[in-house]
């Protein structure tokens, strides 16, 4: 069993930074592609970014890209979150899928551990 734990939300202002951070339990998990994701007040939950096992290839979605990244350092993944807007508020969720040497994916239903999740505001 993986646990993941993550840590790094907060309240910041818009156009503001924010790094969120997520450990992943377990000697395998090193080897696990992982991803976060996202659920606003009232909506569903939605991919954020993903990457492979080994931080070679990255995936996201398009409302964030060239503003967020995303990296992975064996049982750590991270995300780098710049110029934040209003509309990036929300639960953010970091996920793992239990394939080694695995590919990222954007699908939430491949990812079989997910943390508890951090909030992120954005103030206007």
């Known amino acids: 069993q993986v646990q993941l734990i993550e840590s790094g939300g907060g309240l910041v202002q818009a156009g503001g930074s924010l790094r969120l951070s997520c450990v992943a339990s377990?000697?395998?998990?090193?080897?696990?592609?992982m991803g976060w994701f996202r659920q606003a007040p009232g909506k569903e939950r939605t991919f954020v970014a993903t990457v492979n096992w080994n931080n070679y290839s990255t995936y996201y979605a398009d409302s964030v890209k060239g503003r967020f990244t995303i990296s992975k350092d064996r049982n750590t993944v991270y995300l780098q979150m710049n110029s934040l807007k209003p509309e990036d508020t929300a639960v953010y969720y970091c996920a793992a899928k239990g394939v080694r040497y695995g590919s990222e994916d954007p699908t939430p239903d491949a990812y079989d551990y997910w943390g508890q999740g951090t909030r992120v505001t954005v103030s206007s």
């Open positions: 377990g000697r395998t998990s090193s080897y696990y592609p």
